[in-house]
């Protein structure tokens, strides 16, 4: 299963160098594992309560689930319900950081001033992703010289 987290177009020209091509950033998580179906009516019901109150809490007057309304029992009846036996998480990223750390400043720079997809979220774990981790400047500019 694949979990996607915020992406957004990135264009060559944002880069400020020659040799550059359009792409797309993301982030996702990619679960490995078995599914298992949830055929019991009162952990769906359960189950359905709880994802409603989560993301309900943000919401000034929040819908409560009716458990014992005719229209709830409808629905659980198209619901299909599963759980994920989980035996491997990956995480998975694409975020420029094959370019320099000036051309990823420079994408940065443009995504702030986008409102298109989730340019904002992109720029904000580009900023993250270099101010973590060693990077290695010396071999970036061997394949992507300025």
Known sequence: M????????????????????????????????????????????????KTVNFYEAAID??????LESEFINALINGIVAFEIVIDKAEGKWKLSQNHSVERQKNVINR???SNAYDSLEIANLMEQNLKGGERNEAAIQEYYPK
């Open 61 to 66: 007057d929040p819908w409560e689930v009716p």
């Open 2 to 49: 694949v979990f996607s987290g915020p992406h957004a177009y990135i264009s060559p020209t944002w880069y400020m160098a020659e040799n550059a091509a359009p792409t797309w950033n993301y982030s996702a998580v990619h679960v490995y594992g078995r599914i298992k179906l949830i055929n019991n009516k009162e952990k769906l019901l359960m189950m359905l309560k």
């Open 111 to 113: 995504l702030k001033k």
